[in-house]
């Protein structure tokens, strides 16, 4: 079993930029699809991006498409979500994600192990 643990979160202005990270212990980091999802006020958790166990694929939420990149170091047992040009509307509780499934996995059902989340704000 995976423990999952967010960080870099915070407040930003729009506009700016922020970096997360998923720090993963307890299982064998390189064997699971990890991805990104958020949860803003009243809505439901959303799909952000993913990224395949070997890093080679990744997909991303046509909203944050050529903002964000996910990106992974599997000898730190690592993920990142490097967040640029955010908006107002990208405030939310971003949580990480590990799924056993191959490929790129972007439904929350596919994913097994979740961090506790990180919050991110852009004020306007």
């Known amino acids: 079993q995976v423990q999952l643990e967010e960080s870099g979160g915070g407040l930003v202005q729009a506009g700016g930029s922020l970096g997360l990270s998923c720090a993963a212990s307890?299982?064998?980091?390189?064997?699971?699809?990890m991805g990104w999802f958020r949860q803003a006020p009243g809505k439901e958790r959303e799909f952000v991006a993913v990224?395949?166990?070997?890093?080679?694929?990744?997909f991303y939420a046509d909203s944050v498409k050529g903002r964000f990149t996910i990106s992974r170091d599997n000898a730190k047992n690592t993920m990142y979500l490097q967040m640029n040009t955010l908006k107002p509307e990208d405030t939310a509780v971003y949580f990480c994600?590990?799924?056993?499934?191959?490929?790129?996995?972007?439904?929350?059902?596919?994913?097994?192990?979740w961090g506790q989340g990180t919050q991110v704000t852009v004020s306007s």
């Open positions: 994600a590990a799924s056993l499934r191959f490929g790129v996995p972007k439904s929350n059902r596919e994913f097994t192990y």
């Open positions: 307890g299982g064998t980091f390189s064997t699971y699809a």
């Open positions: 990224i395949s166990r070997s890093g080679l694929s990744t």
